[in-house]
């Protein structure tokens, strides 16, 4: 059995305005799951229907088996048995670090998962230092610590790491990984970076519009985008027109496509190794970005009022302005989508 099952889910501020539409999905106990996409696109909404903050318009949430959310009745956060964790720690500021870490406590047993808690994320020493007096990645640290003192089944993350700077990003996602799996907590994290995600989630959900576009693990979504939204977000790929794709194969390359059957106006994801440039006067494509990645140069032509954007080796190093030919590398394999697509999950009851 799920852990946590939410079953079409459909929620609104204002009538008429959707801010999740028709959501179901299972997270197993153990698992991390990671809701992405874009600002708006809902995923605080879910994460506070889950977490008891707001009651759904339709549909139910249950929690180890038992009902939590529903249009009729909705469990009051604090007896969900689910912790959270805020993009801006949320400590209490007049509390030092233990009085924070400790909290939530309600048993003895709380009391040394707390202890416990404090060593492992290394802040142990910090205890009677007040929030004022940690920096970004400690107040985090202690925020989690918070969070899991209680033992909840289920640890709710809302964008934990955006504030912090790139080192102590990268080192606290592993060491939620690890503090995760130690506690036997299963976690939801929002996020907006799909590298983030990608990294640390044992399956993502990707939202646009409310709605949900793709479920799956990392490896899953890599290989297999299942809309051109996924493709451009979450792969940040090339996803052209097919007869802009049509036009640079008729230089000689064949390609072959994967995916849903060929109309003139579906699109198509091109992968970094199906293309090659050459600086050439006479070729469509112009470069109209550089940007410098330290072993490459990631690059940006416009080509048929479409944008490519390609990383290449460093000493191919081109002048702003310049026009290219890219063509695509023999047996180059794309991926088909059809047009408009709809999202799996849509469509109004
Ligand atoms: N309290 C509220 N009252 C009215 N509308 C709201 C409220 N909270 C969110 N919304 C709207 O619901 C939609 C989803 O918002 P939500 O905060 O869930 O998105 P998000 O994906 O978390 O965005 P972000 O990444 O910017 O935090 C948006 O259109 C937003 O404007």
């Given at each position: 059995?799920?852990?946590?099952?939410?079953?079409?889910?459909?929620?609104?501020?204002?009538?008429?305005?959707?801010?999740?539409?028709?959501i179901?999905f299972?997270?197993?106990?153990?698992?991390?799951?990671?809701?992405?996409?874009?600002?708006?696109?809902?995923?605080?909404?879910l994460?506070?229907?889950?977490?008891?903050?707001?009651?759904?318009?339709?549909?139910?949430?249950?929690?180890?088996?038992?009902?939590?959310?529903?249009?009729?009745?909705?469990?009051?956060?604090?007896?969900?048995?689910?912790?959270?964790?805020?993009q801006?720690?949320?400590?209490?500021p007049?509390?030092?670090?233990?009085?924070?870490a400790s909290?939530?406590?309600?048993?003895?047993?709380?009391?040394?998962?707390?202890?416990?808690?404090?060593?492992?994320?290394?802040?142990?020493?910090?205890?009677?230092?007040?929030?004022?007096?940690?920096?970004?990645?400690?107040?985090?640290?202690?925020?989690?610590?918070?969070?899991?003192?209680?033992?909840?089944?289920?640890?709710?993350?809302?964008?934990?790491?955006?504030?912090?700077?790139?080192?102590?990003?990268?080192?606290?996602?592993s060491?939620?990984?690890?503090?995760?799996?130690?506690?036997?907590?299963?976690?939801?994290?929002?996020?907006?970076?799909?590298?983030?995600?990608?990294?640390?989630?044992?399956?993502?959900?990707?939202?646009?519009?409310?709605?949900?576009?793709?479920?799956?693990?990392?490896?899953?979504?890599?290989?297999?985008?299942?809309?051109?939204?996924?493709?451009?977000?979450?792969?940040?790929g090339?996803?052209?027109?097919?007869?802009?794709?049509?036009?640079?194969?008729?230089?000689?390359?064949?390609?072959?496509?994967?995916?849903?059957?060929?109309?003139?106006?579906?699109?198509?994801?091109?992968?970094?190794?199906?293309?090659?440039?050459?600086?050439?006067?006479?070729?469509?494509?112009?470069?109209?970005?550089r940007?410098?990645?330290?072993?490459?140069?990631?690059?940006?032509?416009?080509?048929?009022?479409?944008?490519?954007?390609?990383?290449?080796?460093?000493?191919?190093?081109?002048?702003?302005?310049?026009?290219?030919?890219?063509?695509?590398?023999?047996?180059?394999?794309?991926?088909?989508?059809?047009?408009?697509?709809?999202?799996p999950?849509?469509?109004?009851?």
């Open positions: 059995m799920a852990l946590l099952e939410a079953t079409h889910l459909w929620h609104h501020y204002s009538p008429g305005e959707w801010a999740l539409e028709d179901s299972e997270l197993e106990a153990g698992e991390l799951i990671g809701l992405l996409g874009p600002s708006g696109c809902g995923k605080t909404t994460l506070r229907l889950i977490a008891g903050f707001e009651r759904p318009v339709q549909g139910s949430i249950s929690l180890g088996g038992q009902l939590i959310s529903s249009p009729q009745r909705c469990l009051p956060p604090e007896r969900r048995g689910v912790g959270m964790v805020f801006d720690y949320a400590l209490f007049h509390l030092d670090a233990w009085q924070n909290f939530g406590c309600r048993t003895a047993a709380d009391q040394r998962r707390a202890e416990w808690l404090l060593v492992q994320l290394g802040i142990n020493e910090l205890k009677r230092r007040y929030p004022h007096e940690l920096s970004g990645g400690q107040r985090q640290r202690l925020a989690l610590v918070r969070a899991l003192a209680p033992g909840p089944q289920l640890l709710l993350l809302d964008e934990p790491f955006s504030n912090l700077d790139v080192e102590v990003r990268l080192r606290l996602r060491e939620l990984r690890q503090v995760l799996a130690e506690c036997g907590v299963s976690a939801v994290m929002v996020t907006h970076d799909p590298q983030e995600a990608l990294a640390v989630c044992d399956r993502v959900a990707v939202m646009k519009d409310g709605g949900w576009h793709q479920y799956a693990s990392p490896r899953q979504l890599v290989a297999e985008p299942a809309t051109a939204f996924v493709a451009r977000f979450v792969l940040q090339n996803v052209l027109p097919l007869s802009c794709i049509q036009a640079l194969a008729d230089g000689g390359a064949a390609f072959g496509v994967a995916g849903a059957p060929a109309t003139p106006d579906c699109d198509v994801l091109l992968r970094q190794d199906c293309l090659a440039v050459q600086l050439d006067a006479n070729g469509s494509a112009k470069l109209v970005g940007e410098f990645l330290g072993d490459e140069w990631l690059y940006q032509f416009e080509l048929q009022g479409e944008l490519l954007r390609l990383k290449v080796p460093l000493e191919q190093e081109l002048e702003l302005g310049s026009f290219c030919r890219i063509s695509l590398q023999p047996g180059a394999k794309a991926l088909l989508f059809p047009p408009a697509v709809a999202a999950a849509l469509g109004r009851s």
